[in-house]
């Protein structure tokens, strides 16, 4: 066996190796794939080089290297083993036999690489490699180097597995293509690369399993090398969370992820994160865990768009899918606790069901208990909201740097250190970790934490601490970019409740490109979309603004979603002395009310030509009448 300096030296080489092919893999244009298998194969290769190369070795012992790579090594056997069950479980009666020779080739190779153990003193027996060396990756038959001048391809699309058996390599696929859909495609696209029946599927899939958790989720992680990492509101930005996963590596039996909500909203790829959760969470239950977020409601829904940008993707197809998405929504968890040392949620905390202490002169709202949250019917979608309190106070609540838990001017709560102390201390936990407030919430709050790193400490107290983190970098509110970076936290056995915050910023992101064109500017088009959340109302302690969906009197269970129109006459350009949130709350309400005349004429012109059409019909029917009765 070499010398330990040698082995060290060696290993070193293969992993600076490793980080050299995955910097090479990564400046691949994945445009120029010309098919979903060259993708694909591009998107494995990285990983793999992805895991030899993103360690933080540094910190361990001298042996770390091969361990790590050792780590790695079992990981592609791992993959293998379970590989090579699934080819074996094949039915291959409807095989050619060039095809079943293809799969006795990739039985046979999978098969060698999962009979090999890899132990460190084996490792040390790698060839030597000085330096890396560039090279050429070639993909599919060989024929085409990932550098060549490919043209544009057209993404196939995915289908949906047999028995809803998800395989990590199908999730992979889907990110793979919902990533690279994002670059080259019209938003009205989507379903030829992930038809409305995969898209059906997940969200069925997924809410039979969410149905099933309980309030507050528990996890259960005592493993030395586990760990947890919690992502906050993301709002529809995909490449975030694409890059959350980069940085952070995937979900996996050592690792969970929590995500606290507010999947939607604001960015533009909201339904393609949301699926995107969906399929690791079918894939991996009891490691993914998908909280609700205060976007997460019919409501809130409605007034984001979110049924407008799923009808701009799936057409007529659109609505059914919303309305699964909405039940989905519901029976998403409100809360988890990590190791019995961590509580993580969307909004914040409770009130108890006993509302008040009956016993002082004063009486004040009594902060709730898990136990209490365990209980409450979280089954509702925005209806029956304003009826469950604790759910609102949930979803809504915020930290203040007054004590005590007071009502604010919205559905939540305001709470003070002293409220995060003793919730703490009667549940024997150590940390929240909350979200709900980015730096547009955060701007007019001095006391606060801005979030423009992507986290705040909003409480230290003696139990523990108190942070509010957000995960959606440079996020746009109108016609501002906050510049601000994402965040997630990343805990680790033994210490759960000592955080470890990654900051982040995602620069190159690709627009959304709708699918129908009005006259005048599409940017501002996109612009005036983007601000129609109605969100400038909550200032004013207006919690329901007027909606762009309506349901129609005569078919309830069908939605109108009012289009954006083409130009706004009556109240605009508003004066300049109208201050925010004023003039946002007046534009909205100018641009409902041409959107609301705008239909009005486009259903009076259809009625005028049905009444056009039935008039010439009745006078052609009074001529054949007249026909008829003369001979």
């Not at 080259?184 to 898209?199: D, F, G, I």
């Not at 049924?307 to 909405?326: F, H, N, W």
């Not at 949250?373 to 209806?383: P, T």
């Not at 705040?456 to 108190?466: C, N, T, W």
Request: charged share 25%; with cysteine.
């Amino acid at each position: 066996m070499p010398s330990p300096e040698i082995s060290k030296r060696v290993l070193d080489a293969k992993l600076e190796a490793c980080k050299f092919a995955f910097l090479k893999l990564s400046a691949v244009k994945t445009t120029r794939m010309k098919s979903y298998k060259q993708l694909r194969t591009l998107l494995m290769l990285k990983e793999i080089s992805r895991r030899g190369a993103d360690r933080d070795f540094l910190k361990d012992s001298e042996n770390s290297v091969t361990r790590i790579l050792c780590s790695v090594l079992k990981q592609v056997v791992s993959n293998a083993d379970r590989s090579l069950k699934s080819l074996r479980g094949f039915h291959y009666e409807t095989l050619d036999e060039q095809e079943k020779q293809h799969v006795n080739r990739m039985i046979a190779s999978v098969q060698g690489m999962s009979s090999r153990k890899y132990e460190p003193e084996t490792v040390d027996q790698l060839d030597d490699m000085t330096e890396p060396m560039e090279m050429e990756i070639y993909l599919g038959n060989g024929d085409d180097s990932v550098g060549a001048d490919f043209s544009d391809i057209v993404l196939e699309p995915i289908s949906w597995p047999l028995e809803s058996q998800l395989t990590p390599e199908w999730v992979e696929s889907l990110m793979g293509l919902l990533n690279q859909f994002t670059w080259k495609n019209s938003v009205s696209e989507l379903p030829s690369t992930l038809p409305y029946s995969v898209a059906v599927s997940l969200v069925d899939c997924a809410a039979q399993i969410l149905d099933k958790e309980a309030n507050c989720v528990r996890i259960n992680c005592c493993d030395e090398d586990s760990r947890v990492i919690v992502v906050g509101d993301l709002h529809g930005q995909l490449h975030d969370l694409l890059k959350i996963f980069d940085h952070s590596g995937r979900p996996s039996q050592n690792q969970w992820f929590v995500f606290n909500g507010n999947y939607i909203g604001r960015g533009s790829w909201s339904l393609e994160v949301f699926l995107f959760l969906l399929a690791w969470k079918i894939l991996m239950p009891e490691r993914v865990f998908l909280l609700r977020g205060s976007s997460e409601t019919r409501v809130s829904a409605e007034e984001l768009g979110f049924l407008k940008e799923t009808c701009d993707r799936y057409a007529e197809q659109g609505p059914v899918l919303y309305s699964k998405c909405i039940d989905c929504f519901k029976m998403l968890p409100l809360a988890s606790v990590i190791s019995d040392s961590v509580y993580t949620t969307h909004g914040g905390l409770f009130q108890s069901s006993s509302r008040v202490h009956e016993d002082s002169m004063n009486p004040s709202l009594l902060l709730g208990s898990i136990e209490e949250l365990d209980k409450i019917e979280r089954r509702q979608v925005g209806e029956n909201d304003d009826g469950n309190i604790t759910l609102n106070h949930v979803l809504w609540s915020c930290p203040w740097m007054a004590d005590g838990l007071s009502e604010s001017n919205y559905k939540g709560l305001l709470w003070g250190a002293d409220c995060t102390e003793s919730f703490l201390k009667q549940s024997n936990l150590k940390m929240i970790i909350r979200s709900h407030e980015g730096p547009d919430a955060r701007a007019d709050r001095e006391d606060m934490g801005n979030m423009l790193c992507g986290y705040s400490v909003d409480h230290e107290v003696e139990s523990g601490k108190l942070y509010t983190i957000f995960s959606a970098s440079n996020l746009s509110q109108g016609s501002r970019n906050y510049e601000n970076e994402g965040s997630y936290a990343v805990l680790e056995h033994p210490n759960f409740s000592e955080p470890k915050f990654v900051s982040y910023t995602v620069e190159d992101i690709p627009r959304s490109l709708h699918q129908n064109v009005s006259v005048g500017s599409s940017t501002q088009q996109e612009i005036m979309w983007e601000n129609r959340s109605g969100h400038g109302f909550a200032s004013i302690g207006i919690s329901n603004p007027p909606s762009w969906t309506v349901s129609l009197p005569s078919e309830p269970s069908q939605i109108l979603q009012l289009q954006e129109p083409p130009q706004v006459f009556e109240g605009l350009p508003l004066p300049n002395t109208i201050e925010e949130p004023h003039k946002s709350n007046y534009d909205y309400l100018f641009r409902l009310i041409s959107a609301l005349k705008q239909e009005i004429q486009i259903r009076d012109t259809r009625e005028k030509d049905l009444m056009d059409h039935l008039t010439k019909t009745k006078a052609t029917l009074e001529v054949i009448s007249q026909m008829s009765s003369s001979l």
